[in-house]
């Protein structure tokens, strides 16, 4: 049976008119009944002793017993001597209607840039979990600033600095809700400040940067990805405020930007007074070539480095970071807070205690070598089963593209093998202007081997049985 109390006379919601002519009694039961018919008093429920609510309401003892005394006359109550009065009846329950019937998923789901849920590490966070819940000291339970917790934003940069080559000073990185967020404190900052347009790579998965830019009345402008980055020409006509990039690897094409290529695009920025927001989204994961150290370090001045646990942990965090300029710092840690008033403490607690007890590095190690081995099947499979499709971007991340033939167009393979239960994306809704090849982006790291070769097999079912154009 339910121990639940309802003690307090606030938490019965009993009103008494004692300028009206119905019984204070009557009044009283009503209220019960009308509670426990609505079921906010449930089966089992334990009510005031007859003394203490007669106290709390102002009435004689008398009237709150009759009150009770009919309640279990009609069966909405029960009593017994030297215990609790309790809810004996339950409201009828009406027939529930029955939920819409779901659709189902893919059989299949090549879905991008997700880490594996259910290799996150729950015992190890849970430790560190219990540890902060354990030693925190009360005041960081309270309002945060908008920069976030110190103990994380020391553990980020000193993590970012040895891992990434970033020149982070923990006074310079705020903690943030994911890249998403990023991009919204970073562009409403910008926006407020006279900035007018943003460039972004062209195709790019920045859907939140292209939101937060119509959002903000900001332009926006492609910069065409070759195969050695973006188009340097075209950064020079942009005209650009902002500009954002993933440099060490190129979403979705998983190109690296040159050295060279860097340098240019920060002396020009330098020249034009403007930004760039680096995503570095998945660079942790690299399978066949050595790190690519982050833009930030090559020029804290002009290069916010944004980066967040999704790729690497689990979305579900919602935990990010950006290292930022000092004359930006303070306006978009202002922003933050205005936006909703700091991230969880507890969360960023045990991420700095994660970070600082090595569990981070000791989480990469143990999945970098299985995200390579369902990597490797990917493309065995797509090489045995589709040989005409021609990979891309496979030396790093958690996705790879494949160029198409050209008797095949990406929007009828998409269709094609969704009616076989297979989920893939194609390039074509992340171009902005500038055409280009017919490709897929295959998602690899939530599979595990047989999804990977029965997928396989399934889309290139779809791809025999589509006829070509």
């Not at 540890?131 to 960081?140: F, G, Q, S, Y």
């Not at 033939?405 to 269709?415: I, K, N, R």
């Not at 902005?432 to 295959?442: D, S, V």
Request: aromatic letters at 6%; glycine letters at 8%.
């Amino acid at each position: 049976m339910s121990t639940v109390n309802s003690s307090l006379v606030h938490d019965l919601l009993v009103d008494l008119d004692r300028t009206g002519t119905t019984p204070l009694h009557r009044q009283i039961e009503a209220a019960l009944r009308n509670a426990i018919r609505a079921g906010r008093l449930r089966h089992g429920a334990s009510l005031p002793a007859s003394r203490r609510l007669a106290t709390e309401l102002g009435v004689s003892r008398g009237v709150v017993v009759g009150a009770y005394d009919q309640l279990v006359a009609e069966g909405y109550l029960t009593s017994t001597p030297g215990s609790y009065t309790r809810v004996a009846a339950v409201p009828r329950q009406t027939t529930p209607t029955p939920d819409p019937p779901r659709s189902r998923g893919p059989l299949f789901d090549f879905g991008y840039g997700r880490a594996d849920p259910a290799s996150f590490p729950r015992a190890a966070w849970l430790r560190s979990l219990r540890r902060v819940l354990t030693d925190a000291p009360h005041d960081r339970l309270d309002y945060t600033d908008g920069y976030g917790l110190p103990e994380l934003r020391t553990a980020l940069a000193d993590y970012l600095n040895r891992s990434r080559g970033t020149s982070a000073d923990p006074a310079q990185v705020l903690i943030t809700s994911g890249f998403a967020q990023a991009a919204q404190l970073v562009t409403g900052v910008l926006a407020r400040r006279g900035a007018r347009r943003v460039a972004v790579e062209d195709p790019s998965a920045h859907d939140d940067v292209r939101q937060h830019a119509r959002t903000h009345n900001l332009d926006l402008f492609g910069l065409p990805v070759a195969e050695h980055g973006i188009d340097l020409d075209a950064l020079e006509r942009s005209d650009a405020d902002l500009v954002v990039l993933t440099p060490s690897h190129q979403w979705p094409l998983g190109g690296v930007l040159p050295a060279r290529t860097r340098m240019q695009a920060v002396q020009w920025a330098r020249d034009r007074g403007a930004l760039i927001l680096e995503d570095d989204y998945d660079a942790e994961y690299r399978y066949d070539r050595a790190p690519i150290g982050a833009m930030q370090g090559l020029a804290p001045d002009v290069v916010m480095y944004a980066g967040s646990a999704s790729k690497t942990l689990a979305p579900g965090l919602r935990l990010g970071w950006l290292v930022l300029p000092p004359h930006l710092a303070d306006a978009v840690a202002e922003a933050k807070l205005l936006a909703d008033r700091g991230s969880p403490a507890i969360e960023q607690l045990a991420f700095a205690d994660f970070l600082l007890r090595g569990e981070f590095d000791r989480h990469l190690r143990r999945m970098r070598p299985l995200y390579r081995h369902r990597r490797d099947l990917l493309l065995a499979r797509l090489a045995q089963q589709l040989p005409d499709f021609e990979p891309t971007g496979i030396a790093a991340g958690l996705h790879v593209v494949v160029w198409l033939p050209d008797d095949l167009q990406e929007d009828d393979v998409v269709t094609a093998a969704a009616a076989q239960g297979v989920r893939v994306a194609g390039v074509a809704p992340y171009r902005l202007t500038t055409p280009g090849r017919q490709g897929l982006i295959l998602g690899y790291t939530s599979l595990n081997d047989s999804q990977i070769t029965d997928g396989v097999a399934a889309l290139a079912a779809a791809v025999r049985q589509k006829p070509v154009r």
